[in-house]
């Protein structure tokens, strides 16, 4: 029979967000955050991350938050389960493709258990959830010692699994704007098996007017070093008729921004070309929801 021995720790449950930044503070980088701990328990038994305090989030009011405010849009705190986004019908009817990420996990312990929030602050490459949000231009709030202060999903990314979080700081929510009324979106991802992480996974969101792309946004995930939007492919859609051809030089700019590593999940040339070809999937299907809303 083995044993595992892990490190002592301090063990922390804060009231109130102030005191749970102020223990952030007080341990200098050497805390952690537990929410869900779906990632943290087995990484802290590994020694893959060490840590002198763990400070449990659950108590604190208002981060299992879920709120929809019509034409400004829907918020949910850091303590929102996955399995309770997974349920939400607001979610399912106003942002398909951030149900969907969820939705196709197939572990429905991490879905009880895992945090939204959680996910996004592992900053892995391979989150579904990052990209479906970050397509949406999804806000964090970040709460730390000085206050509190607002990021943007497409910017809180650093480098593999590193983040904007300064020592003191957590993220308490996140913030997805109100769709127009003329978008449309899809979310797609290449597995070896439904409970695999994903080799590859592409989100879409855009909006179109009598034809035309009024705005586009297009994330990628496990094909660079963090989840990432891809600009250029952004740039070149907007203002422009849509169709095949649009779509394919968009779906080709994207292959071209990404820096995939080959790895025992896939090679690094079947993750450019599968990212050329979700993109081209998903602006297709993106767009041909906007049209169905228009009408």
Known sequence: MSTIQLKKFEYYEPDTVSEAAELLKEYGGSAQIQAGGIDLIPRLRSGSIKADALVNISNIPGLEEIRYTEGEGYRFGAMTRLRTLD???VLKAKYPAVQAAIHQITSVQSKYMGTAVGNLCLATP?????????????????AGTGGERKQKLCDFY??????????DEFVTGVFIPEPAANAGDAFFNRVRTH???AKITVAAVVTEKDGVCTDAKIAVGAAAPTVIRIAKAEDLLKGQKIGDDLFMAAAEEAERAVAPISDFRSTAEYRREMTRMLTYRALQEAFERAERSER
């Open 87 to 89: 349920f939400c019908p």
């Open 195 to 197: 409970a695999d992480i």
């Open 158 to 167: 650093l480098d593999y699994r590193k983040t904007s979080l300064a020592q």
């Open 126 to 142: 391979a989150s579904d959830v990052a990209p479906a949000l970050m397509a949406y231009d999804a806000e964090l709030t970040i």
